[in-house]
C-alpha cells in the first residue's frame, strides 16, 4: 500500500482507491467465494471430513481451525502502535464517542435487528449478535487508511477495543442472549451456554494473539527500530491474516455445505441485517464525527472503527461456544463476504462525504 504524503489534492483520485491494494486484498471476496466453493467441494468428497478434524482439539474447536483463527489474529494486532495509547485517550470526544458507539448502541442495534429479520432463526439469530458483540479490530485498518481517516487514532482505537473485548465480552454475551431477551419475554438461548465459554473463547483467540502482537512490536522495535519493523516486517506477515481467514472459511464451509446448498435463503436473511447493520452504523458515526466537529480524519476512523466487526473472533466465539457445524458459525462465516465489498464502496462515501463536509481540510498525516 502506498505511502501517504502530509496533504491530500482538494478532488481525491477516487478512481485510484480500490488500485492502492494489493491484488490479494483488492479481490478478496473472489478469494471469499474461491473458498467457500473449496470447502463445499471437500465436504462432498471428503465425507470423513468432520470426524478428522475434531480427533485433536484446543478446548472446544478443533486443531486445525484453532491454528486457522489464531494465525488470521496475529498480524492484524501485530500492527498496533501500542505506544500512541495515551494521545487517543487524551482526546476524550473520540474516546467517549467511540466507545459509546462501539459498546453501547451498536451490539443493541444489531440485537434490534437480529429480532426483527430473523426472529424464526434463533442460531442465526444468535450468530448474529455474537457478531455485533465482536468489535473491530482486522481489516477496518485498510479502510480506514485508503479513506485517508487518521491512522494513529484507528491503531489505537483498535488496541482498545482488544483489550475491552477480553474483559467484557463473555458479559456482554450474557446480557444479549440471556439476560435482556428475559427481561423483554423473549426466548433465550438454549440452557447449554455457556457464559465461560464465551470468555474462554476471547482469551484463547483474542488474548494469546494480542499478547503475541504486543511482545512482537516491543522487541522487533527495539531490536530494529520502528522503521524496519512497519516498512520490512509487517508487509511479510501481513497476508498472512487473510491466509488464516481463507483457509479457516474453507474448513467451515466444507463443514457447513449441507446446510447451506440446503437453505440458501438462510444465507441471504442473514446477509440482509448485516448490510443495513453497516450503512446505518457508519452513517451514524460520520454524522456524530461531524457535529462533534472531530475533523475529517478522526471523523472517518471514528465510522470505520463502528461499522467494523471482527468476525474472526465472533467465528471463534461460535465454534467455541456452539460447534463448528452451528448455524451460529455460519452466521460468522457470511460476515466477512458482506463487510468486504460494502466497507470498500463506504470509502468511495467516505471520500465523497470529504469533498462535500470538509472541503478544507488536509488529509492524516
Known sequence: MSIRTNTLPPRHDEAAVVGKLSALDRFLPVWIIAAMALGLLLGNL????????EAVKVGEVSLPIAVGLLVMM???????????AHRVLADRKLMITSLVINWLLAPAFMFALAWIFIPDLPEYRTGLIIVGLARCIAMVMIWNDLACGDRESAAVLVFINSVFQVVAFGALGWFYLQWLP???GLPTTSADFSFWAITASVLIFLGIPLLAGFLTR???EKAKGRVWYEDRFLPKIGPWALYGLLFTITLLFAL??????SRPLDVVRIAVPMLVYFLVVFGVGMVLGRVLNLGYAKTTTLAFTAAGNNFELAIAVAIGTFGVTSGQALAGVVGPLIEVPVLVALVYAALWARKRFFPAEPAAL
Open 256 to 261: 457447513q455445505g449441507g446446510t447451506i446448498t
Open 46 to 53: 471428503v465425507p470423513g471430513l468432520n470426524t478428522a478434524l
Open 182 to 184: 428475559s427481561l423483554l
Open 218 to 220: 516491543t522487541v522487533g
Open 74 to 84: 496475529y498480524p492484524v494486532l501485530a500492527k498496533v502502535r501500542y505506544d500512541q
